[in-house]
């Protein structure tokens, strides 16, 4: 039988590779108290032999009582006091999970020298001005105006203009009743999505006229491509109650893929992009990757906006580049990867995560903080998810709850520095809002903070105490342990003075709109780790399962329709007026859309380093148009 024990000291022994004589000395003093057994030391994690971990201080060794090895292999702990062993039996769930594969990659890029990039700068702004002007012209032809604008956002360039923007689709909201006697599907239906994604409310009554007697869509519709392709992607804003949506959505789809077979190529491409992430659900700097990529395919395309689009991309691109850069060199500061071997080590990803959805300059500093904030965050989830003890999490939990920094002694060796860390985070954004004399916004981030570490102690307690939770116990927890309460206070924080008290205590309150897309994002987490899931764990899908006596395959269909209800929430909560202003309410809609996007194909990257992911990661961060 084969046992493996892990050698947990109080203090910090070793803090150098272990000499062979210090090896032989710890196997002595090992066997002297468990018996007189072969003693071999059993790499942990994949890490060298004899290489001590300081902070740690886990050892691994396997006793072998016998040649044969047999399974399962049984875990104990083996603390250190005063120089001798106290035995007891610990489960650690070691998972192994892939290792960073960036390394140093986002260090060694270099910027275009300063002349390189004011010339192109220059370049971008005589277009930019052009672009407006283009705009402007457009206004007297409303249709003309609603298709610049909408091929402005595929580009990615439209927050250059978006005074413009939301101005015009102002004027064009208050003579909405207009489109009453318009009979252009294709420009009712951008019309519409464009109005509701800013905010305006519009009647789902415009959409009857294009019905026949019995109620169906007329089927003249379908000779009009363009028309039937803007329905679909319109069909996407709908709201509970809005059957007609729910119509075209299942009308539209079952015309697309008959259609994309006999489509030219730049329609074809269109139409199965569409069916497979509607814009307004998947839309994203990927997007605008592609976007721009099928606008040069068109015969009929704007060569000033193609080369507008292309400079903005590479500039915005250079300055993603830039902060990965800085963040790797902190991160690699920090060392947390060492100190937690067992944990996910997903700096660049979790930067991915929302970098595609708050893709502009502005947002720098939003990216920035996120990312260190959930890159930390996620080691402490791994420590709560499994590796923890009841009374080690006990600790953390309150630690947390103190926010003190000299409470850390308190803490297992391992806890501290990830404790730290975190902390060091929301103290870098204070600096920064201080110097804009808002650094008392930073209290609601430790408070969000708070709620989501009692909520992973929560989880921890029902794992280690072999409790299963209704399905309604589970989801109510499991919503908030996605951690959008934090992502999206620190969205809020970064918005300026936008973000009053009020928004604040609105967030706090866990509103619909903070539900929704923390319901999206939770089940759509889930679903894509459904096969990846431990023994012991407690997710949505196994809760459901067990709750309701169904299969996995029908729980994911049940779930599939529970993100649906979660966006027609979220889509009501759009809606202007509201109890916030709808700056707020879209950054709800990107953390919704950024969860869409990561586990859109049934998989975590931020679990398993996926190639498909990886490609999406460098199209979009590190290869650039050429010009």
Known sequence: MSTTYYISTSH???????????????????????????????????RPQFIINPLLCTYSFKINSSSRVQSPTTTHAVHQTNGSLEHEELARPIVNYDPNSWGDRFLNYTLDDEITQAIRKAEAERLKVKMKEQLLASCSDQLQWLSYVNTLELLGVAY??????DEGLRHIHKNY?????????????LGFRLLRQHGFHVSTDIFKKFKDEK?????????????????FEASYVRMHGENILEEARDFTTTCLKSMVTQANYHLATRINHALKHPLHRFFSRLDHKHYILVYETNPLHDKALLKFAKLDFNMVQALHRKELGDLTSWWKGKNLATTLPFARDRMVELYCFFAVTFSEPQYSALRVALAKANATLTMIDDIYDG??????????????????KSFVNQLPNYMRSIYISHLDVHEEVEKVLAKEGRSNCIEHTREAMKVIIHVYFQDAKWRLGKYNPTYEECLANAIKSIA????????????????TVEVFEWASRFPKALKACSGISRLLNDMSTSSQQRDGMLSTIITYTKHFNVSKEEAIEELCKQVDD????????????????????????RLARSAEITWRDGYDPLLVVDQCYKDDIEKVFIEPFPI
Request: a negative charge; charged letters at 20%.
């Open 387 to 404: 590796y923890g003890t009841i009374e080690e999490l006990e600790l953390f939990t309150e630690a947390f709850e103190r926010w003190d």
């Open 12 to 46: 910090q022994i070793h803090t150098k590779p272990m000499l062979p004589s210090a090896m032989q000395n710890l196997q002595r003093l090992i066997t002297s108290n468990l018996g007189d057994k072969t003693l071999t030391l059993h790499p942990l994690h994949n």
């Open 566 to 589: 979660f966006w027609k929430d979220l889509n009501q909560e759009m809606l202007q007026p509201n109890v916030v202003r709808m700056p707020i309410i879209t950054c709800l809609v």
């Open 160 to 165: 250059h203009f978006k005074n413009e923007i």
């Open 215 to 231: 109620g169906c869509f007329k089927e003249s519709l379908t000779v009009d491509p363009e028309g039937i392709l803007a329905l």
């Open 177 to 189: 009743n207009s489109w009453d006697e318009e009979e252009n599907l294709y420009h009712i239906s």
């Open 484 to 499: 959008y309460m934090l992502a999206s206070t620190f969205c809020f924080i970064f918005l300026g003075e936008i973000a």
